[in-house]
């Protein structure tokens, strides 16, 4: 297991277009999560999925993004109608179910909305 | 809610020095874990160390020790014999026990270190 995979590494879209990522998790962690971190910040927590459940959005994850995890494996994360503002590093992470564990996490997705 | 904050956005330390980042917290919990991971240019963010808050003693990996103040809500990192690799972004995070395992971190302190 090479760790936790994201692709694209890099994603240029114009405003308007929809963009989907995709997050391999580390084989058997339960927990997976996204995060973005904009320019010059920390990461901010979107969501986080235990198997295929969704147990908690922010309210920084508007309707025009979604994320599933079928079958508790590999995640998306869709963003619809793309505006300047979601240009950003989407972060994944992984982690077991249990309490006192470390996340590990990708290497991200970069987005630029032009 | 849980806020985090460095209030370093940028250290300089030459190789072979000890230099210390800062973190406060703000919380009302009292159960919970203290994090610092280092992100490199264009790679992954990695755990450095650990603190559980219900433990008083401070947390050691190998060059790299923490200093926990939690009544001060205080939580820094001091790096012993900097290398050059240690070049990075730190970011301090905080996360509430039995909470899933959702990060809040700080903005991030970029260290450079210098030959």
């Known amino acids: 297991d090479t760790g936790v995979s994201q692709d694209p590494r890099h994603k240029i879209t114009k405003r308007g277009q929809n963009v989907t990522f995709r997050c391999d998790p580390i084989?058997?962690?339960?927990?997976l999560y996204w995060y973005r971190q904009t320019l010059g910040q920390g990461p901010e927590f979107l969501t986080y999925?235990?198997?295929?459940?969704?147990?908690?959005k922010s309210r920084l994850l508007s309707d025009r993004f979604s994320a599933e995890r079928p079958k508790g494996s590999f995640s998306t994360l869709e963003i619809q109608r793309t505006e300047q503002g979601d240009s950003a590093m989407y972060l994944c992470a992984s982690s077991p179910w249990t309490e006192n564990t470390e996340a590990f996490f990708g290497q991200g997705t970069r987005l630029t909305v032009v | 809610a849980q806020t985090v904050t460095q209030s370093q956005p940028e250290m300089s330390v030459q190789e072979a020095e000890t230099v210390t980042l800062s973190c406060t917290y703000d919380?009302?919990?009292?159960?919970?874990?203290l994090f610092w991971y280092k992100q490199p240019p264009s790679r992954q963010m990695i755990l450095v160390i650990r603190q559980e808050a219900y433990k008083q003693q401070n947390a050691t990996e190998n060059r790299f020790s923490v200093n926990f103040q939690k009544a001060a809500k205080s939580f820094s990192l001091k790096i012993s014999d900097s290398q050059l690799g240690d070049t990075a972004m730190y970011f301090c995070a905080f996360m509430k026990r039995g909470y899933g395992n959702k990060l809040v971190f700080g903005a991030g302190t970029i260290l450079r270190v210098k030959s």
């Open positions: 999925f235990q198997n295929e459940a969704q147990l908690e």
């Open positions: 084989s058997e962690h339960n927990r």
């Open positions: 919380t009302s919990e009292n159960n919970y874990y």
